[in-house]
């Protein structure tokens, strides 16, 4: 399991998740992503369970994917998306 997403609550609190590579390319992350965008929950199965957060109690998601540090990667995130950036503190 390489990739590991954080999800960050409105009230402090967080959970982690890692998984396998969900998709085969870029443009199937692509399609993935637009529909996440578009989506108000955030479905994840994990260990028997399905658990929906609704997007509303997130105040933001951290996602650790090796492939985000390749060059095709861009292709699967949104136009409008900062590519390179450094986080600071």
Known sequence: MERILTIHFID???VSFDFGEQ???AAARKLKLEDFMASR???IEAEGQVMIFPVANV???ALSVPVLNSKGAA???PR???TGARLRS
């Open 12 to 14: 402090g609190t967080k």
């Open 80 to 82: 409008h998306a900062i």
């Open 23 to 25: 998709v085969p390319n």
């Open 75 to 77: 292709a699967a995130l």
């Open 59 to 61: 105040k933001y998601m």
């Open 41 to 43: 929950h955030l479905v």
